[in-house]
């Protein structure tokens, strides 16, 4: 439209104001073009601010701060698996929840049970979980291992069962909910020396272990990734009395 009208005025000017008509519509127009572009970046740029305060101002949708899982807490009612309940005599009266650890009973306070007494050996016998029932290893005592009043060195405890140490009696129970007297209880150190007993070998392991060494505690203790001291401290426990 602008160059139309510059023309059209240039038919019609006298000769003398062409040059002078000419470049003030020039003027113009360029005036036009830069005040276009102006009014495109403004809008641009409005468009560009309200989409920006937009997202600012719009909460991001989240998930739950914790997963229903996690919101869940643990129901003090619910049974826990494997139990040694104390009928008679220094445990009776006593639970002690297993679970699924390896433990040991006897005289030592090093035992995960303490059964003090007399004809208990300080490392007398070894219990081992399994799929509802325990395995019970007798770790060569002195008097022996009774489950269901029969001696056993490798006896099985199913629910209900009772297993005798000495004069302490236990009864198994696949399952129960019960205040555990295992860490509650406090055991006769007398003069022995406190070892943790949960991370011990298998009794039938460390055997294994000494066969195939030839009795030499070095190369066993080797082969059982331990210490030699606390193998030779395993093996004087084993040996009962």
């Known amino acids: 439209m602008v160059w139309f009208l510059t023309v059209s005025r240039t038919l019609r000017a006298p000769p003398g104001t062409l040059h002078t008509e000419e470049s003030a519509m ?6 036009l073009c830069v005040a276009a572009i102006a009014v495109g970046l403004w809008f641009v740029f409005s468009r560009s601010k309200a989409g920006d305060s937009s997202t600012a101002t719009t909460p991001a949708r989240r998930g739950p701060a914790t997963s229903p899982a996690a919101a869940v807490t643990a129901d003090p009612n619910v049974a826990k698996a494997n139990w040694l309940i104390g009928i008679g005599g220094p445990v009776e009266g006593k639970n002690f929840h297993v679970g699924a650890r390896t433990v040991t009973l006897g005289r030592g306070p090093q035992n995960f049970i303490q059964i003090d007494d ?21 770790m060569a005592s002195e008097n022996g291992v009774f489950v269901n009043e029969e001696q056993v060195t490798n006896g099985r405890l199913n629910d209900g069962d009772e297993l005798r140490v000495g004069t302490g009696i236990l009864v198994y129970q696949s399952s129960a909910n019960r205040l555990d007297d295992a860490l509650r209880s406090r055991k006769n150190a007398g003069k022995e020396t406190v070892q943790a007993t949960e991370a011990a070998p298998n009794f039938a392991v460390v055997m294994k272990a000494l ?18 001291d606390l193998l030779r401290s395993l093996v004087k426990s084993m040996g009962g009395g």
């Open 26 to 31: 020039n003027f113009v127009g360029l005036l």
């Open 118 to 138: 007399g004809l208990t050996s300080r490392r007398h016998c070894q219990v081992c979980p399994h799929d509802g029932w325990l395995e019970v290893i007798d």
């Open 211 to 228: 066969d195939a060494s030839g009795g030499d505690i070095e190369l066993a203790a080797r082969h059982l990734n331990m210490k030699p």
